[in-house]
């Protein structure tokens, strides 16, 4: 059975569990699949929500991370020294869309955050929304090469941004890597996607208070460039965790402001406490490969949204039943590679716990079917005609560094995520109820 088959076929067992009398993780799980050949090298099962301990792969022998260049052709247009994976590079982000641009500190502007910090004149962060597109008019040709789509971020390049100004001639050039978040519930505002920056911590605040496995004895031998990729790769992770909380919380709210049942509001509060225990897991991973002690900064208090059951709908089904599914699937992919005790337990974890808010969301989508079927399946309808030809097109990836006994996938098998957790899962599952 592939892996969106078993995924589907919980999602839509848990999803049905709701709502109900008795708590979502009461649910009679997806029966076990039978029992695997001695020889098969597939991770264990994780383990219950009781135990929160998942298991690692002690049968499968564990192989070194390999650093690869990328391929010649994935360099063309960078200068030496300033390769994609070095500044402002994330595989992640890679399997989005995601580009690179720079604009004069006047053109930059209109996308910036109040009160964010500024290095060499520019704004360190860039962050699009519905408001700021409008307002853009005849400028949107200064904006070509950066995306104006409401979920595009972006952070700024220092490195690029000084060649740039020295082949332009203009000094107040700045250079942004952006992309077009696309994984788990992501926190919006003003139509963008919101996620924190990572600020020195104390040692004693908490964020990444989470009990890991001793390292196996290759991981005590990567080197530099490598331990601090996947240093990079899990604090991005541990950002992403962390909006997840914050929307969590406001989806608890607008749920009871329309009047949800108990048990969609106690899931979903639920949820967002899961995403805290992810954030500090994801930051002690972080830590193990040498980062530094730092956790996520403020976030900025969000404006509430409309009090409506589309609206609501709408919104759950980007944030929850398209993210958190993709994130789920993404989390079991990197399980299925990972050879690192620490990473498969984060991952199983995360795994398991991702299915469960995407679960949330497809319940909560039901609720409102249920109590405004035409006006609920309409949006959900356009919703779905709209996003079939972004989530199916395939994304054009670049090579990086082969991460993925330490948990991390591969740019292209990444990619590949995204098309199949639409395909096989999230399409089919929205058709059903509009159909």
């Not at 009781?50 to 690869?68: E, F, M, Y």
């Not at 595009?152 to 220092?158: H, L, Y």
Request: aromatic content about 6%; charged content about 25%; hydrophobic content about 40%.
């Amino acid at each position: 059975m592939r892996d969106t088959d078993r995924l589907l076929a919980r999602l839509r067992a848990l999803a049905t569990c709701l709502p109900v009398s008795a708590p979502m993780l009461a649910c009679d799980r997806e029966p076990a699949p039978p029992p695997k050949p001695a020889s098969s090298t597939e991770p264990e099962a994780a383990a219950t929500p009781a135990t929160r301990q998942p298991t690692s792969k002690p049968t499968k022998p564990a192989r070194p991370v390999i650093p690869r260049k990328p391929r010649p052709r994935a360099l063309a247009g960078y200068e030496i020294g300033d390769p994609p994976f070095v500044e402002g590079y994330n595989p992640e982000e890679e399997t989005c869309p995601t580009g690179d641009w720079c604009g004069t500190r006047e053109v930059v502007e209109p996308f910036t955050l109040p009160r964010d910090t500024e290095e060499a004149g520019c704004p360190t962060r860039i962050v699009a929304s519905e408001r700021t597109t409008k307002k853009l008019g005849s400028k949107r040709s200064l904006y070509r090469g950066l995306s104006l789509d409401p979920a595009m971020q972006g952070v700024f390049k220092p490195w690029y941004t000084a060649r740039a100004r020295e082949r332009e001639g203009v000094e107040d050039l700045c250079c942004y890597h952006w992309f077009e978040y696309c994984s788990g519930r992501a926190l919006v505002a003003d139509g963008g996607a919101l996620v924190s920056t990572l600020v020195d911590a104390d040692a004693l605040d908490g964020w990444a208070s989470f009990e890991l496995p001793p390292p196996e004895p290759w991981e005590d031998h990567l080197d530099e460039r490598t331990r601090r990729a996947l240093a990079q790769a899990w604090a991005r992770d541990a950002l992403h965790e962390h909006a997840s909380i914050a929307s969590f919380a406001r989806a608890t709210m607008e749920l009871i402001a329309v009047g949800a049942p108990a048990d969609l509001v106690a899931a979903t509060q639920r949820a967002g406490l899961d995403e805290v225990v992810h954030t500090r897991a994801c930051l002690a991973l972080a830590r193990r490969y040498g980062g530094a002690a730092q956790r996520p900064a403020a976030l900025p208090p969000l404006s509430p949204r409309a009090s409506e059951l589309t609206r609501l709908a709408s919104d759950t089904f980007l944030e929850a039943c398209l993210g958190e599914t993709i994130a789920a699937l993404r989390a079991q992919r990197q399980l299925n590679a990972c050879e690192s005790a620490a990473a498969c337990r984060v991952l199983a974890l995360i795994a398991e716990d991702e299915a469960e808010h995407a679960a949330v969301g497809w319940a909560t989508l039901r609720w409102a079917m249920a109590q405004d079927r035409g006006a609920v399946r309409a949006g959900l309808q356009r919703l779905v005609i709209e996003l079939r030809g972004r989530m199916s097109r395939p994304a054009a990836v670049a090579d990086g560094l082969d991460l993925m006994a330490a948990g991390r996938l591969t740019p292209a098998l990444d990619a590949a995520v995204i098309g199949d957790a639409w395909r096989d899962i999230v399409e089919p599952m929205a058709l059903e109820l509009v159909g």
